[in-house]
């Protein structure tokens, strides 16, 4: 995936600072030879409680009703939890942010996690924070690719996209 996404010739990489992220980055950085900045506002949601602990180590503290999380995306209301809105909020801004550091024709790779990255995309779209329950999980070295049309506005071009699909 990496090989791939550096013939695109970026001209910046920004990736979450967490590890899994900072990973896959690590690819990225030796495939364009670019340095990646870190964004803490790209980071996966947070699970509040739920933080660390594996699906059963929860389920013990609430007891049988873990339903929910058979879904590793689904966001079950936990104290602490962040909500769709609360990643809005911080996701978006930043990835606005790469954009308005780009130029004319350049292109930006971004490195972050599943969940967040549906939120931020749907809102980069202009689309309802709710409409990220209705797109597909990404999968692992997998891309979506938004681009540029009409004065500024985005279009989703490639959602989901590994290399040989």
Not at 57 to 79: I, K, N, Q, Y
Request: charged share 25%; proline share 4%; hydrophobic share 45%.
């Amino acid at each position: 995936m990496a090989d791939v996404l550096a013939e695109r010739g970026p001209a910046l990489l920004v990736s979450s600072d967490l590890a899994r992220a900072r990973e896959t980055a690590a690819f990225l950085e030796k495939a364009t030879g670019l340095t990646a900045l870190e964004d803490a506002r790209l980071r996966e949601y947070d699970l509040g409680e739920r933080t660390g602990l594996t699906r059963e180590e929860f389920g013990a503290r609430l007891g049988d009703d873990v339903e929910g999380w058979s879904d590793p995306h689904g966001h079950v209301v936990v104290p602490g939890a962040e909500t769709h809105d609360d990643v809005a909020v911080r996701v978006v801004p930043a990835l606005r942010e790469v954009l308005d550091a780009l130029g004319p024709d350049q292109t930006a790779l971004v490195v972050l996690h599943g969940a967040a990255l549906r939120v931020g995309l749907v809102g980069l779209l202009g689309w309802p924070i709710e409409t990220a329950e209705a797109i597909e999980s990404m999968h692992n070295c997998a891309w979506a690719e938004l681009a540029a049309h009409d004065a500024g506005r985005l279009r989703l071009s490639t959602y989901n996209t590994r290399v040989g699909s």
